[in-house]
């Protein structure tokens, strides 16, 4: 296969199957790799107000994208929204005491994860990857 096409396949490979292992891993707690990435968010940042042009911003999709997850979220009791009181055109979401008791789990479900990549790479290699790839970002942006 042609180096110049395979690197950005691979990404997509590794996207898949990382997404992959971790939706198995996270159906027992009903939720989904994006879902997870979204309330941990929330769950790191309950110290301030976050909206969900916080949340487009964050996980880097469509406010349309952003209102799905959150509908699907809303819906299983682990956040809701409300209109900020400041600025009625901005909503506020707010992670419930059910969605906060997931973090524990869904850490150790992410850790899990890494270690099973890092486990492939030596300290060095694993190092080297984290810059390189931080590499790539950059010239993507």
């Known amino acids: 296969m042609n180096q110049e096409r395979e690197i950005g396949t691979r990404f997509k490979h590794i996207h898949d199957k990382f997404t992959q292992h971790m939706n198995q891993k996270l159906r027992c707690l ?77 850490e150790a479900h992410r850790r899990e994860e890494e270690q099973r990549i890092r486990r492939a790479l030596s300290e060095e290699d694993s190092h080297k990857l984290y810059e390189l790839l931080g590499k790539v970002l950059e010239s993507l942006e």
Do not use: P, W
């Open 30 to 106: 009903n939720v989904t790799y994006s879902q997870m990435e979204l309330l941990l968010f929330l769950a790191e940042h309950q110290d301030r107000k976050i909206t969900q042009k916080d949340i487009g911003e964050f996980m880097k999709v469509k406010h349309s994208t952003v209102i799905g997850i959150l509908r699907r979220l809303e819906a299983k009791g682990f956040l809701y929204c409300v209109v900020d009181e400041e600025n009625k055109r901005c909503r506020n979401v707010i992670l419930t005491q059910k969605g906060l008791g997931l973090k524990c789990e869904m």
